[in-house]
C-alpha cells in the first residue's frame, strides 16, 4: 500500500547544519524562529533581479529564484535570519523537485513528507507545495504532510512482517531470562 521509492542526503540534517555553519544559531527551534521572521531576497537572486521583472518567454514571475544566494557574492546587506529562510527555501525547492519527478516516473498522485524537519513546519510546507504546483502547472500530483508521524516507522515495520517470507525473517535473539538480562 505504499513504497519508499526515492531518498536524498538534502533534508533536515543539511538545512540544521549549513544554518548552524553559516548563522551560528544552534537549536532548530531558534532557527525556526529565525526563518519565520527573515527575507531571502536579500540573499537570493530572483527572476525579476535579473530580467527586470518577469521573464514571460519561460513563464516566470519576477519573485522566482534564480539563484540561492546569488546576491551574497556583492556583499549585500542581510541578516542571519535572511539566511535561514534562504537555506529554507533552498532545501525545500529541491526536495520538492526530486520528489515530483518521481512522482512523475512512478505514476503516483501524491508524495508523503513526514519527519523531524517536516513536522509543523508550515513554511517548508508552503515552499514545497508551491515547487509542485509550479513544476506540474497544477496537475493532480500533490505532496501531504504528517504532522504526527512518530508510529510510522513501527507501523511500517509491522505491516511489513506479514509481507516478508517467513524464509527471509530473521528472529531477534532471546536477551532476557527469568532473573534478568542474560550476559
Given at each position: 500500500?505504499?513504497?519508499?521509492?526515492?531518498?536524498?542526503?538534502?533534508?533536515?540534517?543539511?538545512?540544521?547544519?549549513?544554518?548552524?555553519?553559516?548563522?551560528?544559531?544552534?537549536?532548530?527551534?531558534e532557527?525556526?524562529?529565525?526563518?519565520?521572521?527573515?527575507?531571502?531576497?536579500?540573499v537570493?537572486?530572483?527572476?525579476?533581479?535579473?530580467?527586470?521583472?518577469?521573464?514571460?518567454?519561460?513563464?516566470?514571475?519576477?519573485?522566482?529564484?534564480?539563484?540561492s544566494?546569488?546576491?551574497?557574492?556583492a556583499?549585500?546587506?542581510?541578516?542571519p535570519?535572511?539566511?535561514?529562510?534562504?537555506?529554507?527555501?533552498?532545501?525545500?525547492?529541491?526536495?520538492?523537485?526530486?520528489?515530483?519527478?518521481?512522482?512523475?516516473?512512478?505514476?503516483?498522485?501524491?508524495?508523503?513528507?513526514t519527519?523531524?524537519?517536516?513536522?509543523?513546519?508550515?513554511?517548508?510546507?508552503?515552499?514545497?507545495?508551491?515547487?509542485?504546483?509550479?513544476?506540474?502547472?497544477?496537475s493532480?500530483?500533490?505532496?501531504?504532510?504528517v504532522?504526527?508521524?512518530?508510529?510510522?516507522?513501527?507501523?511500517?515495520?509491522f505491516?511489513?512482517?506479514?509481507?516478508?517470507p517467513?524464509?527471509?525473517?530473521?528472529?531477534?535473539?532471546?536477551?532476557?531470562?527469568?532473573?534478568?538480562?542474560?550476559?
Amino acid at each position: 500500500w505504499w513504497n519508499l521509492q526515492i531518498g536524498t542526503s538534502l533534508g533536515g540534517g543539511t538545512f540544521l547544519g549549513l544554518c548552524r555553519g553559516l548563522t551560528g544559531i544552534e537549536s532548530f527551534d531558534e532557527i525556526k524562529a529565525s526563518y519565520k521572521s527573515g527575507d531571502n531576497t536579500s540573499v537570493d537572486l530572483l527572476v525579476g533581479d535579473i530580467y527586470g521583472g518577469d521573464y514571460a518567454a519561460m513563464g516566470l514571475s519576477a519573485d522566482v529564484i534564480a539563484s540561492s544566494f546569488g546576491k551574497m557574492h556583492a556583499g549585500t546587506d542581510y541578516k542571519p535570519a535572511d539566511v535561514t529562510r534562504s537555506l529554507l527555501r533552498m532545501v525545500s525547492n529541491n526536495i520538492a523537485q526530486l520528489a515530483y519527478l518521481n512522482a512523475l516516473v512512478h505514476k503516483v498522485h501524491y508524495v508523503m513528507f513526514t519527519g523531524y524537519f517536516v513536522r509543523n513546519n508550515e513554511p517548508m510546507w508552503h515552499t514545497i507545495s508551491y515547487g509542485f504546483d509550479f513544476w506540474s502547472h497544477g496537475s493532480v500530483i500533490g505532496p501531504m504532510f504528517v504532522s504526527v508521524d512518530g508510529f510510522l516507522g513501527a507501523m511500517g515495520a509491522f505491516v511489513h512482517q506479514f509481507e516478508t517470507p517467513t524464509s527471509q525473517m530473521v528472529e531477534a535473539p532471546n536477551t532476557l531470562n527469568a532473573d534478568g538480562p542474560m550476559e
